[in-house]
């Protein structure tokens, strides 16, 4: 299988041609999910340019904002804004992911001092990241599994997909990949075996219209894997836009999307679901449990009238008998959550 899935460096690479549109902007952002099920990073995000009504000041520049998840409800967060990214290297507060071999392998570490907290605060309020800092280090080899998923490929033609897409900002992909090192937290050493996902995002986009949206992807220990992708219609109640697919013997193969769980809930650590897709092969149903989240790129959750909540989370998924940890990210405006 041929997972650069056709797509070459430029597609890859961190963008710094001073004449590309900083105003669309372009963000990578990494996930990992142990084995175990004990330790995630949720959403690590950087990020240049595409602020509505924020001038940025070149490409080097990146924001990063993330939540790494450990037992017994602990979150560490933090956010920062650094130059220092270069031609095949983002690197920026504290965290370093360089690209060894384009749409192959990846290496992600991190030195930094990010602020101790929990995910029951974590939903009680923004982190204003004044609280206590804690030591981590993490050092990670990423192993490409899967080719990308380049978004749209398999969405259904639904009156609102273009609407949608605008939502995603293509071009966009994302890439399920194997991971191995590890995680030390104030001096305690943990070896990690893990699955993640990358994406990176290269194409303006617009989240006016923009009312929620469901994501859950994962990768089992036998190769299968799947994601899915679904938004709501900020008009009628309906869905706007279905995308899912499902892995075959020589890549990605399109699914029909006929149910996935929308966020209905702030604590939703422990919840239950399932998808329900159909594949080339005949209907599967994949279950889940939310096992860990944390709360808008590691800022927490705002309780204003109007705010728009995301839940980054790691889910278990267990697909006829085979079980693995994997993504599930939804969100909502506040109003809708209870």
Request: hydrophobic content about 40%; charged content about 20%; overall charge negative.
């Amino acid at each position: 299988m041929d997972v650069s899935g056709g797509l070459s460096a430029v597609d890859d690479l961190p963008i710094l041609d001073p004449a590309r549109d900083l105003d669309a902007g372009e963000n990578h952002a990494f996930w990992c999910f142990d084995r175990a099920g004990d330790y995630a990073l949720l959403n690590c995000h950087v990020q240049a340019g595409g602020v509505p009504g924020q001038p940025w000041p070149s490409w080097d520049v990146r924001r990063v904002g993330f939540g790494i998840t450990a037992p017994a409800d602990r979150l560490y967060i933090d956010w920062a804004v650094e130059p220092g990214t270069t031609s095949d290297t983002l690197r920026t507060g504290g965290w370093t992911f360089r690209c060894v071999e384009p749409m192959r392998r990846w290496t992600a570490s991190y030195h930094g001092t990010p602020v101790a907290t929990t995910t029951t605060e974590h939903r009680r309020g923004v982190n204003d990241l004044t609280g206590e800092r804690v030591p981590i280090d993490i050092e990670l080899e990423l192993a490409m599994a899967m080719p990308p998923w380049i978004q749209g490929s398999f969405a259904e033609h639904l009156p609102g997909r273009d609407t949608a897409l605008t939502f995603i900002g293509v071009p966009r992909f994302e890439q399920l990949y194997h991971a191995v090192g590890s995680i030390t937290i104030d001096g305690a050493q943990h070896a990690l075996e893990a699955t993640g996902l990358r994406t990176h995002r290269y194409g303006p986009r617009s989240l006016v219209r923009m009312r929620g949206h469901s994501w859950l992807t994962a990768l089992f220990p036998s190769g299968r894997a799947f994601g899915c992708m679904k938004f709501p219609d900020p008009d009628n109640g309906g869905e706007l836009f279905r995308e899912a697919w499902v892995s075959g013997p020589d890549g990605l193969v399109g699914a029909r999307l006929i149910d996935a769980p929308w966020l209905s809930g702030l604590d939703c650590t422990g919840e239950t679901w399932s998808v329900q897709l159909v594949a080339p092969d005949g209907p599967c149903e994949i279950r889940g449990e939310t096992v860990a989240v944390s709360y808008s790129m590691g800022l927490g959750v705002n309780h204003a009238p109007g705010s728009y909540v995301l839940a980054h989370a790691m889910g278990r998924f267990e697909w006829d008998g085979e079980t693995t940890y994997g993504l599930i990210e939804r969100s909502a405006p506040i109003e809708e959550l209870t």
